[in-house]
């Protein structure tokens, strides 16, 4: 179970109550002061393509930070110490990068509104509906998870019943959303992004204070844990055990390459963000001023980690009464005062509603936009589209309440969302880039290579991994296996299905493989966007260069 250690109820008061309503009200006035910018379903599900960079930066990593990894990452800090790191430099910074720089030309210049749709412009409508149906159920399935982990968190730290917090939380999200569209979640999220910094940085200030600063918390964990957890790459050499239960080569090629790109290349949650932006320009550097504060945002979910394994050693281990995923709401028990404490609490939930807002965004746009009007009601009027998405928003969150248990048997989160990713976006990501490299594929192989790598990782995880028949030591190892097992397969199976059947016909290509162009490709740069600080290539490659720097410290 996805569960907090009985006795972790936190001292609030009036005045951090008083914060946290104040924080629903402003989410809720946003919310209908975006209401007045939606008038077609283009505003309604993309922003009316009309928001600057600075605003789709924020609420990309925003929409990626909610609370599931907060607690999941500072999970992984307490328990394997300061690898944590690999799921941010290795496993987020170069694929945000390669999806700025690389795919969000592909994606913007073909003027899609969504992931699935650039597959029907590439492929064909059967990829388009699986991918399409795919992409829906996963995002109902995390925002489900992010409503799950809400309510336990809550019910453990505040005493409110679970099913009352899972009410409240969807019934806000669903208001915001169904009011204001895609305009309102993100800026809520650019809202939530400080929200939660406010709430981490006192967290890991007091933290550090209490256990002596940095040197007196590693000085501690070298000598109760051994120098191994200080490091990212100890122990990782292939035949070496560790406590991560993986070596060097699944690191870089499960996690930094298959998993990472995986998600941020294809996961429409963030890439919806991306596509909201107001010109080509914006959109690219979408990701790549998202990659600045990522590279640094995993000091605040490591650090509260590491020093929970020093203020209660025995955390996460049998008869502790603690879980790793007590180590945050047990340092916000122990170190922070009323009035801070309650904007620490509202920074775990504005986190929460922003990881399930961002799905439950996403699914209203797939499931409206590449299944409603493409197979179900097609050639409607624009208005009919706006409402139907509205109405999808709250079906939506209602099935979203539906899923939330299915995370129970998790003992993880981030376990948990690592699997769902191995089997939904990995499968997709294969198919786009080879999709997007390779104009010989064939429209066919599209489909079959989405059946092949998810039905490759359902089998690696559910029946070599989870019977036995091939020892992995943990979830997560097993995870960049299944990620791995997936793209070779789906590969494989493009290509044997490629060279039996028909390719698209060249002229159909354009915009769409690397090396052609289409009129989107051509628009001109906006006043200033020429400018050297706003190149996506200095950004890019500067954001890759800092995360290798940062790497340094923690690699001898």
Request: proline share 4%; glycine share 10%.
């Amino acid at each position: 179970m996805i569960t907090l250690a009985a006795g972790l109820r936190l001292p609030t008061n009036g005045l951090d109550y008083a914060i946290l309503a104040l924080y629903f009200v402003v989410v809720l006035g946003i919310g209908f002061a975006a209401r007045r910018s939606v008038r077609t379903s283009l505003d309604f599900f993309l922003s009316g393509r009309s928001l600057p960079a600075w605003v789709t930066g924020l609420a990309f990593v925003a929409a990626n930070l909610g609370a599931t990894e907060i607690l999941g990452m500072a999970a992984t800090g307490a328990q394997y110490g300061v690898a944590v790191v690999h799921w941010y430099w290795i496993g987020a910074i170069p694929a945000m990068v390669f999806l700025g720089l690389v795919m969000m030309p592909f994606y913007y210049g073909s003027r899609v509104r969504s992931v699935p749709e650039f597959l029907l412009q590439r492929f064909d409508r059967s990829a388009h509906l699986l991918s399409s149906v795919l992409f829906a159920f996963a995002a109902i399935l995390i925002a489900g998870v992010n409503l799950y982990a809400l309510s336990i968190v809550v019910e453990a730290l505040l005493g409110w019943p679970q099913w009352v917090a899972i009410v409240v939380a969807g019934l806000f999200v669903l208001a915001y959303i169904t009011v204001g569209g895609l305009s309102s979640a993100i800026y809520n999220e650019v809202l939530q992004f400080f929200v939660i910094l406010a709430a981490l940085i006192p967290i890991c200030v007091i933290g550090l204070k209490r256990v002596g600063g940095w040197d007196g918390l590693t000085a501690s964990l070298e000598k109760s844990h051994g120098h191994s957890f200080l490091t990212a790459w100890d122990g990782t050499g292939i035949g070496e055990a560790n406590a991560l239960g993986a070596n060097w080569l699944t690191i870089v090629l499960g996690l930094g390459f298959v998993l990472s790109f995986g998600y941020w290349t294809t996961n429409f949650a963030e890439v919806q963000r991306a596509l909201s932006a107001k010109n080509l320009s914006a959109a690219q550097r979408t990701p790549l001023i998202a990659a600045f504060p990522k590279i640094f945002i995993v000091f605040l979910v490591m650090i509260p980690g590491l020093v929970a394994a020093v203020v209660a050693p025995r955390i996460g281990t049998e008869g502790s009464g603690l879980t790793y995923n007590d180590a945050i709401p047990l340092l916000m028990q122990d170190l922070l005062p009323n009035g801070v404490l309650g904007v620490a609490v509202t920074g775990l939930l504005a986190a929460f509603m922003a990881g399930m807002a961002a799905n439950v965004s996403s699914f209203n746009t797939v499931f409206t936009s590449d299944i409603w009007a493409k197979y179900v009601k097609t050639g409607r009027e624009d208005r009919y589209y706006l409402r139907f998405g509205r109405l999808i928003t709250a079906i939506g969150v209602l099935c979203s309440i539906g899923t939330a248990f299915l995370a129970a048997s998790f003992s993880n989160i981030m376990g948990y969302l690592q699997t769902l990713f191995s089997f939904f976006n990995v499968p997709m990501f294969v198919v786009f880039i080879i999709g997007m490299f390779w104009k010989r594929a064939s429209m066919k192989s599209g489909v079959w290579g989405l059946v092949a790598g998810t039905t490759a990782a359902m089998v690696n995880y559910f029946w070599i991994y989870k019977q036995g028949i091939i020892a992995i030591p943990t979830d997560q190892g097993a995870n960049f296996v299944s990620a791995i097992v997936a793209f070779v397969v789906g590969a494989v199976v493009m290509v044997g299905v490629t060279l039996f059947t028909e390719p698209k016909p060249a002229a159909e290509l354009a915009g769409l493989v690397y090396g052609t162009r289409s009129p989107g490709l051509a628009e001109p740069p906006a006043e200033g966007d020429d400018a050297w600080y706003r190149k996506p290539a200095l950004l890019g490659w500067g954001a890759v260069v800092i995360a290798a720097l940062c790497y340094l410290p923690y690699s001898f």
